[in-house]
């Protein structure tokens, strides 16, 4: 490449950016990755279980998914990812949760996470885990 030419294209910044968010939910710090989400994002969970749904809007994620959710751990909950993939407008995740719930059972769940970025900002998560051990252990959303 010419000097000056090595601009980081929009998939490269998209790796750039879920690596980011990655490094702080690896620390326990979700604001990087709650702030990273569009008003439209959508978080979709795939299977048949419980847990098999979507949720469509920021706000919703946050209130009616996420707050339910983090109410029932009893430790700070940390996220470390394996592997990223990025093509396009896509970036794949391969990662492990880790947190110790309020009723004394682990969940640190495997996951492949699919995000879709637009203009910097998170637009959609299809979200690939274990929905048994989320039933088993975290019960019905």
């Known amino acids: 490449m010419k000097p000056g030419l090595d601009v980081p294209t929009t998939t490269q910044r998209n790796k750039q950016l879920m690596q980011a968010i990655f490094a702080e939910l690896a620390q326990g710090n979700g604001r990087p990755f709650r702030e990273a989400m569009a008003d439209d994002f959508c978080w979709k969970i795939a299977g048949q279980g419980a ?9 919703t994620v946050l209130q009616d998914l996420l707050k339910p959710l983090y109410e029932r751990f009893e430790t700070t909950y940390t996220n470390q990812a394996d592997d990223f993939i990025a093509e396009g407008d ?4 391969q990662c492990r949760g880790n947190v110790m719930t309020k009723s004394g059972q682990r969940y640190d769940n495997h996951y492949c996470m ?22 088993r252990v975290l019960g019905v959303p």
């Open 51 to 59: 847990w098999s749904r979507e949720w469509k809007g920021k706000q």
């Open 90 to 93: 896509k970036v794949v995740v």
């Open 114 to 135: 699919v995000f879709r970025l637009e203009g910097g900002q998170l637009r959609e998560l299809v979200e690939y885990m274990d929905t048994e051990l989320a039933a």
